[in-house]
């Protein structure tokens, strides 16, 4: 007869248990919110003014085609990596990539610093690191490789003045275009 009880008793318990897995589990109270700008999600809604005070929408961009948003600095680093992402820039503009900078720098800098640069590309200046926010990062410099239709497929942070971060960036451009991939790091932009 204890046996008979134990047994009973080990069932009722067991299946407690297994009710309790299925629950989701409690959210504690200083958990961070879940992400909502990743790889497989759609962009968030980023409006910028260009260098001329236009409003670009993000929307509007990855509507036409895919977008490379490059989160940067005028930092040394971020400076020799510039000229790979122009290169970047030129190699697939003709299939529909737009590329945007933005730069978190004053913009009495930028301006000269686009001219010295020969930027041919949109870019934007955000001194107060709004767009961090709304990409939900405070990496410098992140770049976000976003399809036609607004779905984040790529990110890659961090500065490499080589041209590693850029190259792998490169390929996926590529693959996103349907073209071969360009080697940035072995033609690299002139200055």
Request: hydrophobic fraction near 45%.
């Amino acid at each position: 007869m204890k046996w008979f009880i134990l047994t009973v008793a080990f069932a009722f318990t067991s299946m407690g248990i297994c009710q309790a897995a299925d629950q989701p589990a409690p959210k504690k109270a200083n958990a961070a919110p879940a992400k909502t700008v990743d790889i497989g999600k759609q962009a968030p809604v980023f409006k910028f003014n260009d260098a001329s005070g236009k409003e670009v929408d993000l929307a509007q961009l990855t509507a036409k085609g895919p977008v490379l948003v490059r989160l940067t600095c005028g930092c040394s680093g971020c400076d020799k990596e510039l000229a790979y992402f122009q290169k970047i820039n030129e190699a697939y503009k003709a299939q529909g990539l737009t590329s945007v900078l933005v730069f978190r720098e004053p913009d009495a800098k930028m301006a000269k610093y686009a001219a010295d640069k020969k930027l041919d590309m949109l870019y934007s200046v955000d001194a107060k690191g709004s767009a961090w926010k709304v990409f939900e990062t405070s990496a410098m410099p992140v770049n976000f490789l976003i399809e036609k239709g607004g779905k984040i497929i790529s990110i890659a942070s961090g500065c490499e003045p080589n041209g590693l971060i850029a190259n792998i960036v490169s390929e996926k451009a590529a693959k996103t275009v349907g073209v071969a991939a360009v080697d940035v790091q072995a033609k690299k932009a002139v200055k």
